[in-house]
């Protein structure tokens, strides 16, 4: 059985740093690409970024681009985001989601619970 | 990159068909068959029910079905039943610096 399970989230300040995990089980990690899809409270989905299989590949959303930091550890079998800079409008729920395939196309056919980041001071 | 337009709502009754709208551009619904539809239910995370356009996941019922048109993909329900009642998003590639895009998001309502 896949299983996504984030953790790391809370009530941090504006400006400060937040690093999200995600620890995937039930699946060969390193066969698919990952992604972050976030969501405000009683809004839409927003992707984040994603990464390839191998690192080779990642994009960001222009929202995070320059402050936000995938990556991910195929030993480890594990997702990492790491958040600097942080916003009020970060404030949402993160979703680690599992792609189809290697590469940054996204799909994704699997998705944690999310783990909620709270930006206020 | 602007978020993919849905309508906010749509309704029918149940054993009706409905369909969802997804508009783009040529730089990504248009231009790629990598769009996908989730859905979600209150508190729930979301669950794929369509990608590549109209390819069905293993387990997602045959009463769900994905095509695209130029620049604009659709979601049709057949046989709506009151699970169905749930929160729709479409989703693209994009061939901008922002590899995807989401659509505005489409609430489903079952009469």
């Known amino acids: 059985e896949v299983q996504l399970v984030e953790s790391g989230g809370g009530l941090v300040q504006p400006g400060r740093s937040l690093r999200l995990s995600c620890a995937a089980s039930g699946f060969t990690f390193d066969d698919y690409a990952m992604h972050w899809v976030r969501q405000a409270p009683g809004k839409g989905l927003e992707w984040v970024s994603g990464i390839s299989w191998n690192s080779g590949s990642i994009g960001y959303a222009d929202s995070v681009k320059g402050r936000f930091t995938i990556s991910r550890d195929n030993a480890k079998n594990s997702l990492y985001l790491q958040m600097n800079s942080l916003r009020a409008e970060d404030t949402a729920l993160y979703y680690c989601?599992?792609?189809?395939?290697?590469?940054?196309?996204?799909?994704?056919?699997?998705w944690g619970q999310g783990t909620l980041v709270t930006v206020s001071s | 990159q602007s978020a993919l337009t849905q309508p906010a709502s749509v309704s029918g009754s149940p054993g009706q068909s409905i369909t969802i709208s997804c508009t783009g551009t040529?730089?990504?619904?248009?231009?790629?068959?990598?769009v996908s539809w989730y859905q979600q239910h209150p508190g729930k995370a979301p669950k794929l029910m369509i990608y590549d356009v109209s390819n069905r996941p293993s387990g997602v019922s045959n009463r769900f079905s994905g095509s695209k048109s130029g620049n604009t993909a659709s979601l049709t329900i057949s046989g709506l039943q009151a699970e169905d009642e749930a929160d729709y998003y479409c989703s693209s590639y994009t061939s901008s610096s922002t590899l995807n895009v989401f659509g505005t998001g489409t609430k489903v309502t079952v009469l």
């Open positions: 040529s730089s990504d619904v248009g231009g790629y068959n990598y």
């Open positions: 989601a599992k792609d189809l395939v290697s590469e940054v196309i996204p799909s994704f056919d699997y």
